[in-house]
């Protein structure tokens, strides 16, 4: 079955790095579409950003610039790169996999089926 597991979130100050990691496992790596979320208190899950199964990411507005995702089909593992963090980010985040998502939904929650436990990100003023 597909698993997915989360790790390097932690509290930071504002303008400090992050960098989270999602382990995959249960299927042929790089063959879904993947992406990071997140979902702060009494607000929706929200999309960070995403990549589909060719490589190609895409981000949110919010994070354009600061954030930036990658993979390393090796390890089977996914990776959100956060730089320039802002109070504004905190939030869990999760990581999500799909077979297949259509590209101009890929940062939409509804249409991923698997999703990691999450990992805490605080970033304090």
């Known amino acids: 079955q597909v698993q997915l597991v989360e790790s390097g979130g932690g509290s930071v100050q504002a303008g400090g790095s992050l960098r989270l990691s999602c382990v995959a496992s249960?299927?042929?790596?790089?063959?879904?579409?993947m992406g990071w979320f997140r979902q702060a208190p009494g607000k929706e899950r929200e999309g960070v950003a995403a990549?589909?199964?060719?490589?190609?990411?895409t981000y949110a507005e919010s994070v354009q610039g600061r954030f930036t995702i990658s993979q390393d089909n090796a390890k089977n593992t996914l990776y959100l790169q956060m730089n320039s963090l802002k109070p504004e980010d905190t939030a869990m985040y999760y990581c999500?996999?799909?077979?297949?998502?259509?590209?101009?939904?890929?940062?939409?929650?509804?249409?991923?089926?698997?999703w990691g436990q999450g990992t805490q990100v605080t970033v304090s003023s």
């Open positions: 990549i589909d199964s060719d490589g190609t990411p």
């Open positions: 249960g299927y042929t790596y790089n063959t879904f579409d």
């Open positions: 999500a996999a799909d077979p297949s998502v259509s590209w101009w939904l890929m940062l939409r929650p509804s249409e991923y089926n698997y």
